[in-house]
């Protein structure tokens, strides 16, 4: 069967009534033996052009359209039916003059589109009944199918991309049902919001309106595709599905609708024999595009200042539904914003990374000028890349290699990890610690996989990445491979080098060793920043910050002269940290205030561990204390 695209819904007729009253007086005069005025105009006679209705069809249909509003004419009619007292098949043709029948046909537009039902009789003949969905639209009322209603919905022209390219989409479509074919576009993209936007404004483009349904909303049966594409030639609007319900595209046993949307990411199993498969894959929005979109489905930002806005647009790759969701929690400002992105990009990464909190900011990191300097850097390249990455040129000229990656290597205990903490929530983002134990297997081809899922992950896209001990997953490649484990070995290697190529992210690596990590990952690294042990100055500053964060104030006050001499001693800032919070134990287990000598004690104990001990005698001369 063939049914037609029309560019546009037919309106609802101005006197639906009117055209019931010609179809009824026809039916009077049949009865009375009289020949009935005809009509080839108004619903019944577009419904009959648009599923391809013959002329028996099209007069059984309009019997039972009156007979639902004429019950003693109707009452009449059936009358002849002796036996039965129903609207028969075999009634219907009779009244019309067709040649005798008893069933509708087994391919019936009726009966494949379930306009009527047939209820077979003993006497081999099948009463009819109407599906009220029918009758509504012949009397010009547009109904959602009952199966449908509350969960389908017609879109709004609301936003369009320039990026999206709707226009060309539209213009080859146009001119592909203009010639009789079947399209199906399919909207690569994990957004829905912004496959929704494009649906729109294609339909609004064509002349026709889109009907989109919720993920999963109608069950994937035969039945229920049929339904939806019913409505779509009862209304000629465009069906719009996820990706998941792409089997309700291809009804059984009738022709599907001559345009419909499919969004969502992955394979669209092709059909050759009824669809042309058009892939769109939509761009995510750049910075400018999502600073529209924050102020289009959050009007209320416009309060904000604008550079927080800016950033807020520049820092976090957000999709439509990120933004829209976000906008939900109606934040009252853009790190409120930020906070809302960063909690939609969290999950998806199980046993592979762990989430470091911290709130540290620039001043809490006690480091060379240079070092600061060199880390503001990497901050503001992790903000400004975006941009730069958005202009054609620069893209093309780095097709690869667009990772953000940078190598903090020294001693431990030199700030490192805090210097990652408070880059990370400069960019208001998350901060990822990898964990190697899970990510590197003993099995074969695992460890690649493994860290495929990880940069892939749209979890990792939207955060910070932060490999602690980097020289063990970056180690040099053996050379003289002797064995199968060295060639695999090197294969991961392999690997990871090639996946930091393809990745886009912000990658952090920590080091203690960076003689050991692969000079071909050291080409591939952006930036490489030196962290030195604490000269004497940086060691006051951070017994200073320490004892103000755990102790009194007026204990702090008291300990202040002293802490030069505390200072004195080599130590990392990690080790005078762990010193200061034993020593808050200590005197909290003995009800004291804090001393000198206390906290000297707690830091020789925390040297000791790393085989730097100093001796009693040692530390009562470099504390000035007398025996």
Avoid at 12 to 34: F, M, N, Q
Avoid at 198 to 209: D, S, T, V
Avoid at 522 to 547: M, N, S, T, Y
Wanted: glycine share 6%.
């Amino acid at each position: 069967m063939t049914a037609r695209v029309r560019s546009r819904p037919a309106p609802a007729t101005s006197a639906p009534i009117a055209e019931r009253d010609l179809h009824r007086d026809r039916l009077r005069a049949l009865v009375r033996g009289e020949p009935g005025p005809r009509t080839d105009d108004g619903r019944l006679a577009e419904l009959a052009a648009r599923f391809a209705l013959d002329a028996f069809e099209a007069d059984a249909l309009a019997l039972l359209w009156i007979a639902a509003f004429e019950p003693e004419l109707r009452a009449e009619i059936a009358a002849r039916e002796a036996y039965t007292g129903q609207i028969t098949v075999r009634l219907a043709a009779a009244l019309f003059g067709h040649p005798a029948r008893v069933r509708l046909a087994s391919e019936s537009p009726l009966l494949l589109w379930q306009m009527v039902q047939e209820h077979p009789l003993a006497d081999g003949t099948a009463a009819l009944t109407v599906d009220p969905g029918i009758v509504a639209w012949l009397e010009g009322r547009h109904e959602l199918d009952r199966a449908m209603a509350g969960r389908a919905r017609l879109l709004a022209d609301a936003h369009e991309s320039p990026d999206w390219g709707v226009a060309e989409v539209a213009s080859r479509v146009l001119a592909g049902l203009r010639q009789g074919q079947r399209w199906r576009v399919h909207l690569d993209t994990e957004d829905p919001v912004s496959a929704r936007w494009f649906a729109a404004a294609l339909g609004a483009r064509l002349r026709l309106p889109v009907l989109a349904l919720p993920a999963g909303s109608l069950p994937a049966t035969d039945d229920a595709a049929m339904r939806l594409h019913r409505q779509a030639f009862l209304d000629a609007c465009v069906p719009c599905l996820a990706l998941e319900d792409a089997a309700l595209t291809r009804p059984a046993c009738v022709l599907p609708y001559a345009l419909q949307v499919v969004h969502g990411t992955g394979q669209l199993a092709p059909e050759p024999t009824l669809f042309n498969d058009l892939v769109c894959r939509l761009p995510a929005p750049h910075p400018d595009e999502r600073e529209r979109l924050w102020r289009r489905l959050y009007p209320a930002c416009a309060a904000w200042p604008a550079d927080d806005l800016a950033d807020l647009a520049l820092c976090h790759e957000a999709s439509a539904q990120d933004i829209e969701a976000a906008a939900a929690s109606a934040p009252v400002d853009a790190r409120a914003a930020a906070e809302a992105l960063r909690l939609r990009s969290r999950g998806g990464l199980g046993a592979l990374v762990r989430r470091i909190e911290g709130s540290f900011g620039w001043d809490d990191l006690v480091l060379p000028d240079a070092v600061h300097t060199r880390l503001r850097d990497i901050a503001f390249e992790g903000r400004e890349r975006a941009r730069v990455w958005a202009a054609p040129a620069a893209a093309q000229l780095f097709p690869y290699g667009r990772a953000l990656v940078a190598l903090f290597a020294g001693a431990p205990g030199t700030g490192k990890t805090m210097a990652a903490q408070v880059i990370a929530a400069n960019l208001g983002l998350d901060l990822l610690a990898v964990d190697l134990s899970a990510v590197v297997s003993k099995w074969v081809g695992e460890t690649s996989q493994h860290l495929q899922q990880l940069l892939s992950s749209r979890t990792a896209q939207r955060s910070v990445l932060f490999f602690d001990e980097a020289d063990a997953m970056f180690a040099k490649r053996v050379e003289d491979t002797r064995d199968a484990q060295d060639r695999y070995a090197n294969l991961d290697s392999s690997h990871l080098m090639t996946a930091l190529e393809n990745y886009t992210g912000i990658v952090l690596l920590a080091s203690n060793l960076k003689a050991g990590i692969d000079p071909a990952f050291l080409r591939r690294i952006r930036h490489v920043v030196d962290f030195p042990k604490p000269g004497a100055p940086a060691r006051e500053r951070i017994w200073r910050q320490a004892i103000q964060a755990l102790f009194a104030a007026a204990e702090a006050a008291d300990l202040e002269p002293m802490l030069g001499r505390l200072a004195r001693i080599e130590a990392s800032g990690a080790v005078i940290k762990n010193a200061a919070l034993s020593a808050l134990f200590a005197t909290r287990g003995a009800r004291c205030p804090p001393t000198l000598l206390l906290l000297g004690e707690m830091l020789a104990r925390e040297l000791a561990k790393e085989g730097s001990g100093l001796s009693t005698r040692e530390l009562h001369v470099q504390l000035e204390i007398g025996p």
